[in-house]
C-alpha cells in the first residue's frame, strides 16, 4: 500500500496517495460540524443545533477530537482504508510547531489510527523539495499565518526564520471592511467576501501605482448570490498592499520582502546568496494578480547586496504548484523515507513513546 500524504491547514486540508507529480486527491474545507445540545425548550426536549469546528487554528490543531473525526472521514471514507489494515502516513509540519503537538499527533496516529508507520516533515523544506531544492527560502502566506523560513541542505535555519500572526483570513476581513465603507447598505457574508477576493483582488507594480489607484480605477459591479449589487473599485488592490505596507492592517512593522531579506541576514554569510537566489513563494494568496511581480520589483529594488530571485516551477510537476508546493514535496519525501525504514516504526513508537518523533522525523 503506498503512503499517504496529509497537509492539513487552517482553511484546507490536502490528502492523497503519494504521487509527487500529480496535486492531491482531496483537497476540502478544514472543518467539520458537531452536533450540539442548547438549554431545554418548552416542551422539555433540547434543542440540537449543528456547529462549525476548524480543528486547525493559525496552522496548529487546537481541537484534537475535531481532529480525529476529519482524519477519519479523510482515511477511511475518501483514501479507501480498512480497519486493522491501515497504511503509512506522512503529514507536514507549520514553522516553529511546538514540540506537545508533533507528539499528539503521532500518539493520535499510532493509537488510535494504529497506523503501520509515520513521519511528518516542515513545510518550507517540503516546498523546496517540489522545486527541486535542497536549500533556498520559502514565504509561505497562509489562511491564517506567514511563515519565512530559511532552509539549508534540507534543515530549517530556526534562528532565522520568522512567523507572523496574520494571512489570508485577515485580508479578507480587511477586504470585507473596505467593501462595507463604499457599499454601506449592502450586508456580504464573509464567504462571498472570500470568493470576491479571490476573484477581484490584485496588486499594483509599485507603492506609488498604488496611492495613484483611487483616481484612476474603473468601478465594477458584482452582483451577490443574493441578488444585491456592489460596486468594487481601489477596495481590490488594498488587499495585496497590505502585505508590502502591514500598516494597511494596523501593523508597525516592514512589508514582505524586506522581512525576507532581515531573515536571511541571520544566516551565516557565505550562504546568504545561494538561499535568497532561490526564494520560492507558497500559499493561495501567492497566486494573487500581479503580487509575484511586485514581490520581484520590490526585491530588484532592494538595498540588500543579495537580491530575493524566486524559483520558477518545473515543467513537469503540476499546475497551481505554490497552492500544493508542501504535499508535493511530502509525496517526493514519502518515496524516500518510507522504503529506507527511515519513518517511525510501531515498534520505535511502542518503545520509547511520543517523543520518538524528535529523534527519526527532523
Not at 491564517?144 to 523560513?149: L, V
Not at 508590502?244 to 512589508?255: A, H, N, V
Request: glycine share 8%.
Amino acid at each position: 500500500m503506498e503512503a499517504v500524504v496529509v497537509d492539513a491547514g487552517s482553511k484546507l486540508l490536502k490528502a492523497g496517495i503519494a504521487l509527487p507529480d500529480q496535486a492531491p486527491g482531496l483537497v476540502m474545507p478544514s472543518k467539520m460540524k458537531t452536533e450540539v445540545e442548547e438549554n431545554e425548550v418548552a416542551d422539555g426536549a433540547a434543542a440540537v443545533v449543528e456547529e462549525v469546528v476548524h480543528p486547525v487554528v493559525r496552522g496548529f490543531v487546537k481541537d484534537w477530537d475535531a481532529m480525529e473525526d476529519l482524519l477519519t472521514y479523510v482515511l477511511y471514507r475518501n483514501i479507501g482504508w480498512e480497519m486493522g489494515d491501515e497504511g503509512q502516513i506522512l503529514f507536514t509540519e507549520p514553522l516553529f510547531t511546538p514540540k506537545a503537538l508533533r507528539e499528539q499527533l503521532v500518539q493520535l496516529m499510532f493509537e488510535k489510527f494504529n497506523v503501520s508507520g509515520f513521519y511528518d516533515s516542515e513545510q518550507a523544506v517540503l516546498s523546496l523539495y517540489a522545486v527541486g531544492r535542497i536549500s533556498g527560502c520559502t514565504v509561505d502566506i497562509g489562511h491564517g499565518k506567514i511563515d519565512i523560513a530559511p532552509v539549508f541542505e534540507g534543515a530549517v535555519q530556526h534562528v532565522a526564520s520568522k512567523r507572523f500572526e496574520i494571512g489570508g483570513t485577515d485580508l479578507t476581513n480587511l477586504f470585507a471592511q473596505e467593501l462595507k465603507k463604499s457599499n454601506p447598505s449592502v450586508n456580504i457574508d464573509i464567504s462571498d467576501v472570500e470568493r470576491l477576493k479571490e476573484q477581484y483582488a490584485c496588486c499594483t507594480e509599485d507603492q506609488s501605482a498604488f496611492e495613484a489607484i483611487a483616481s484612476t480605477c474603473q468601478p465594477e459591479t458584482h452582483t451577490l448570490p443574493d441578488g444585491q449589487v456592489i460596486t468594487i473599485e481601489k477596495e481590490r488592490y488594498i488587499v495585496g498592499e497590505a502585505l508590502f505596507q502591514p500598516s494597511i492592517l494596523g501593523l508597525e512593522d516592514y512589508g514582505i520582502v524586506h522581512q525576507l531579506i532581515t531573515s536571511v541576514s541571520n544566516v551565516a554569510s557565505e550562504y546568504q546568496k545561494q538561499l535568497l537566489e532561490n526564494t520560492m513563494l507558497c500559499g493561495g494568496t501567492v497566486s494573487m494578480t500581479g503580487f509575484e511581480d511586485r514581490f520581484q520589483r520590490e526585491a530588484n529594488l532592494s538595498a540588500s547586496a543579495i537580491r530575493p530571485t524566486l524559483v520558477k516551477a518545473p515543467e513537469y510537476m503540476p499546475e497551481d504548484l505554490a497552492r500544493h508546493s508542501a504535499w508535493l514535496g511530502g509525496a517526493i519525501l514519502a518515496k524516500v523515507v518510507f522504503p529506507q525504514n527511515q519513518h517511525v516504526t510501531k515498534g520505535d513508537y511502542d518503545e520509547t513513546g511520543p517523543s520518538i518523533v524528535h529523534k527519526k522525523c527532523f
